[in-house]
C-alpha cells in the first residue's frame, strides 16, 4: 500500500469513530424525544410542562446534530509532542469523556488557521481533510516546523502541499448556496472572526474577499463563545435582498448554529412588507438623517392649542376650556417622556380632571364624590369636548403620520425647510398610494415616537392583564407542587397558551421592540442614515459585525468613507476596521480588469492581489446593431449553460443588463434554450425560484452579494447611462464585473463600446 493511500485509511479510521460518536448521540437524542413524547399529557401542570421543555430541546439538539453532516471533519494538529486534535464542525467526545473532535471555535482550534511557519507554537503540522460524503478522498499536510521530521514524512507519503484545499473550493461549481469556509478560514479572516464581541467591527473588503463568510463564521463563533448571553437575546442578520438572504441560509446551520433570525430593511418590522421602490433621489431624501428631525415635527404639530375652544355644561354649569388649560396639560404629559399615544392618555386625564375641578369651583356647595365622578363622566363623554381634545392631542398610527409627510409638500417644506420646492415635489405622493422600502426607516421612527397604534392599545392592554393573570396563576401551580428545576412561571404559562415549542427566533421576529445581542449587517455601504437608526434601536450594546465595499456603493445615500458614517454612530473609539485584501472569487484577469477599471474611476479599491488565474478568463463580444445583440448574447448564455451548468442544481450562469433590456433578454435566453440543452432541461430551467435559478438575467442591483460560474454583461455602457451619478454607475459596473468565479463574457454593441472604454 503506497504512502499516501495508507494516509487515507488510517484517517478514514478517524473519521469513521467521529461520525459512529454522531450517530450516537443523535441516536441517543432520538430515543429521549421519543420516550418524552411517548409520556403524553398526563400528570401535573409542572410535570407537562417540564416534559414540553424537554422535548424542545431534544428537538434543537436533533436539528443541530443534523445539520453538521456534511463534512464533518476537515482538519488535524499534530503538535510537538505527538498528539494529534481533530478539527470538525461541533465538539465531540466519548462516552469516557476522550476528545474525539474539536469545534472550530474554541480556542485550542485557533492554530488551525493562524499558525505560521514563523509563529506556530508547539504545532508542527496541519492537515486538511476532504471528504465525500463520509469518505476520505484527500488529505494535504502543511509543515509549521521545517526542523520536524513530519518533513519528511509528509514528502514519502505525497501529501505535503500548500492551499490545495482553499483552491480546490474555489473551483467548485455554484449551487446558489454560499457554502462556510470553516475548512479553508484564512488567518485574516480568522482574526477578524474571534474578535471581542463588546464593540462595533467593519470588515471591508472588495468583491471575493470573503467578507460575507467571515461576518456569517463571526456570528457562529460569538453564538458558541457567548452562548449564555447569546442565547437570550439572538443575534440579527441583515441582507440586501430576500434573494441574497436564500443564498446565505444554510451557512449557519451547517456550522451548528440555528436559530438566528434574517431580515433586510424592507421586512424588519413585523407584519409590514414592502416590494416597490423609490427612485434614487427620494431615497436618498427619505434616507437623510435630517427625515429623523421632520418625522419628530410631525408629531409635535399634533400637539397644540386648538384656535376653537368649546364651553360645554355639565349639570346646568357652563364649564369653559382655555388655551392655558391645553398648554399646561401638554407640558405635564410630555413630563413622563411616554411615545405620543401613552401620553395622550395622561394628557386627557389631565384635562378632564381640570374640567372637572372648574365644575366644582362654582358650586355653592361641597359636592360628594360620586357627584364628581358622575360629572367627570359626563365630560369623558361629550362630544364636544372629545373632539376638541382629539384636535388638540391626535391619536395616531405610524402609517397614516407617514402618509401625511408625503400628501401636502407645502407642510413638507415648513417641517424640512432644507427640502429644495423640487425635492418636496419629488417626494410627493398621494394619500392610499403604496409604501416603499425607503418609507421603512421613517415608519419605524414613527413607531417609536407614536407608541402602539390606539386601537390596538387596548386590545393588548386587555392580552397584558390575561398573561398576568396567566403568569399568576403558573406562580400559584408552581408552589403548589413544589417548584420546578427546569420550569418557571413564564415556561408554564406558555404552555398552557400553547407557544411552548416557540423558538427565540420567532419571538424576536415578531416584536418591533426586541434587542438583540449582535447584529451582522451585510453590504452595510448601502444604507442610510435613517437605515442605521432603526438598526441601532435593534441593538442598544453596539455589538455589531459590519461588512461592505465603499467601492461597490450604489445608493445616494450610502458610505462612501467608512469614517463618516461610523464615528457618528459609534464614536470614534468605539469601532475598528479591518480590511480582507485577497480576492478568491475571481481569476486574476477578471479582477485586474474590474479593478484597473474602477481605480480609474475614483473609486477606492482595497484589493490588491487574487489567488489563481485562470486562461482566457476574460472574453469581449461586439456587434453591430440591437438585434444581434439579442441573438449572439443568447448564443453565448447557451454555450455558457452547456459548459457550467448541471441537471444535478449546480453551476449558475448569470445575465446582468441594463434594466430596459432585461425583458427581452429573458425571452431571447428562453428561446433559444431548448435547441443548446433540449426541451426538458430548458423546462426544468424556466421552473426555478428566481432565488435559485441557475439561468438568470438580472440588474447589478439584484446581484449584490452573489457569485456566478459565469457572467455576462451585456453593454455596460448603457449600465453607466442609467446610473444616478458618475460614481454609482462606477459602483455598478464594477459589481458586475465581478461576479464570476470562472469567467466573465462582455457582449456590446459598437456604438455602446464608444460610450465606455474597459
Known amino acids: 500500500m503506497s504512502g499516501f493511500s495508507s494516509q487515507l485509511q488510517e484517517e478514514q479510521h478517524e473519521v469513521d469513530r467521529a461520525y459512529a460518536r454522531l450517530d450516537a448521540m443523535r441516536a441517543q437524542t432520538r430515543s429521549r424525544l421519543d420516550a418524552v413524547r411517548a409520556a403524553g399529557s398526563h400528570g401535573s401542570p409542572t410535570q407537562r410542562t417540564e416534559r414540553d421543555s424537554f422535548a424542545t430541546m431534544y428537538e434543537d439538539r436533533l436539528t443541530q446534530l443534523r445539520a453538521v453532516e456534511d463534512r464533518l471533519v476537515f482538519g488535524r494538529l499534530d503538535d510537538t509532542a505527538g498528539r494529534r486534535r481533530y478539527i470538525g464542525r461541533i465538539g465531540l467526545s466519548s462516552d469516557d469523556h476522550e476528545p474525539i473532535l474539536t469545534d472550530w471555535r474554541a480556542e485550542a482550534a485557533r492554530p488551525f488557521y493562524e499558525a505560521t511557519p514563523s509563529n506556530h507554537g508547539d504545532i508542527v503540522m496541519r492537515r486538511h481533510i476532504t471528504l465525500h460524503f463520509r469518505d476520505v478522498v484527500g488529505v494535504e499536510d502543511e509543515v509549521l516546523d521545517v526542523h520536524s521530521d513530519q518533513v519528511g514524512k509528509a514528502s514519502k507519503a505525497g501529501t505535503l502541499t500548500g492551499e490545495g484545499a482553499l483552491l480546490a473550493s474555489l473551483s467548485s461549481r455554484r449551487t446558489g448556496k454560499m457554502t462556510d469556509i470553516v475548512a479553508t478560514i484564512q488567518a485574516e479572516q480568522d482574526r477578524i472572526i474571534r474578535s471581542d464581541m463588546r464593540h462595533a467591527v467593519v470588515v471591508q473588503g472588495g468583491p471575493g474577499t470573503g467578507k460575507t463568510a467571515v461576518a456569517l463564521h463571526r456570528a457562529a463563533y460569538l453564538l458558541y463563545t457567548h452562548r449564555r448571553t447569546l442565547s437570550r437575546s439572538g443575534v440579527l442578520v441583515v441582507g440586501p435582498s430576500s434573494t441574497f438572504l436564500h443564498y446565505i441560509d444554510q451557512v449557519l446551520p451547517s456550522l451548528g448554529e440555528t436559530g438566528v433570525v434574517s431580515r433586510t430593511i424592507a421586512d424588519l418590522i413585523p407584519g409590514v412588507t414592502v416590494t416597490d421602490t423609490d427612485t434614487p433621489h427620494v431615497a436618498m431624501l427619505k434616507g437623510d438623517r435630517r427625515m429623523a428631525q421632520v418625522v ?30 391645553i398648554t399646561k396639560a401638554i407640558e405635564q404629559a410630555k413630563r413622563g417622556r411616554q411615545p405620543h399615544n401613552k401620553a395622550r392618555e395622561a394628557f386627557v386625564q389631565h384635562m378632564l380632571e381640570t374640567l372637572r375641578d372648574r365644575y366644582a369651583e362654582q358650586l355653592d356647595y361641597t359636592p360628594s364624590s360620586d357627584e364628581l365622578a358622575t360629572a367627570l363622566a359626563q365630560l369623558r363623554m361629550n362630544d364636544k369636548v372629545r373632539v376638541t381634545l382629539n384636535l388638540a392631542w391626535l391619536p395616531m398610527n405610524a402609517p397614516w403620520l407617514i402618509a401625511s409627510l408625503w400628501s401636502n409638500p407645502k407642510r413638507l417644506r415648513a417641517m424640512a425647510p432644507w427640502l429644495t420646492e423640487e425635492d418636496a415635489q419629488a417626494l410627493y405622493r398621494p394619500r392610499g398610494s403604496a409604501m416603499t422600502v425607503s418609507d421603512i426607516p421613517l415608519l419605524d421612527e414613527a413607531m417609536e415616537l407614536l407608541g402602539p397604534d390606539p386601537k390596538l392599545a387596548a386590545q393588548q392592554a386587555a392580552k397584558d392583564a390575561k398573561r398576568a393573570e396567566e403568569e399568576q396563576f403558573a406562580r400559584d401551580t408552581l408552589a403548589q407542587f413544589g417548584g420546578g428545576s427546569l420550569v418557571n412561571a413564564q415556561m408554564l404559562a406558555d404552555q398552557m397558551n400553547g407557544d411552548g415549542g416557540e423558538v427565540l427566533s420567532q419571538r424576536a421576529a415578531a416584536d418591533r421592540e426586541w434587542t438583540y445581542g449582535h447584529v451582522v449587517v451585510d453590504e452595510a455601504q448601502e444604507l442610510t442614515a435613517m437605515d442605521w437608526r432603526m438598526l441601532m434601536r435593534r441593538c442598544p450594546s453596539r455589538s455589531f459585525t459590519i461588512v461592505g465595499d465603499v467601492a461597490q456603493t450604489a445608493a445616494l445615500g450610502g458610505t462612501r468613507i467608512w469614517n463618516r458614517t461610523m ?51 476574460v472574453r469581449r463580444v461586439t456587434v453591430g446593431t440591437g438585434e444581434e445583440l439579442m441573438e449572439r448574447t443568447a448564443a453565448q448564455v447557451c454555450a455558457l449553460t452547456r459548459d457550467y451548468v448541471a441537471a444535478d442544481g449546480s453551476g449558475r450562469v448569470a445575465v446582468i443588463a441594463p434594466e430596459s433590456l432585461v425583458s427581452p433578454l429573458r425571452s431571447a435566453i428562453g428561446a433559444a434554450l431548448p435547441d443548446a440543452v433540449g426541451a426538458k432541461e430548458a423546462d426544468r430551467l424556466a421552473a426555478q425560484q428566481e432565488w435559485e435559478a441557475q439561468v438568470s438575467v438580472s440588474t447589478t442591483e439584484a446581484v449584490k452579494g452573489l457569485e456566478f460560474d459565469a457572467v455576462v454583461v451585456v453593454n455596460p455602457g448603457r449600465i453607466e447611462e442609467d446610473a444616478p451619478s458618475r460614481l454609482v454607475a462606477a459602483s455598478d459596473l464594477y459589481v458586475a464585473m465581478t461576479r464570476p468565479t470562472q469567467r466573465l463574457l462582455i457582449v456590446r454593441t459598437k456604438e455602446d463600446e464608444t460610450s465606455l472604454s474597459l
Open 567 to 617: 464615528d457618528r454612530l459609534f464614536g470614534e473609539h468605539g469601532w475598528e476596521l479591518d480590511e480582507l485584501t485577497i480576492n478568491y472569487r475571481n481569476p486574476q484577469e477578471v479582477s485586474d480588469l474590474a479593478s484597473d477599471f474602477a481605480s480609474k474611476q475614483g473609486l477606492y479599491i482595497s484589493t490588491v492581489n487574487a489567488v489563481r488565474t485562470i486562461a482566457d478568463a
Open 296 to 325: 419628530a415635527a410631525a408629531v409635535a404639530m399634533r400637539e397644540r392649542v386648538p384656535a376653537d375652544l368649546p364651553t360645554v355644561h355639565v349639570n346646568g354649569i357652563a364649564v369653559r376650556m382655555t388655551p392655558v388649560d
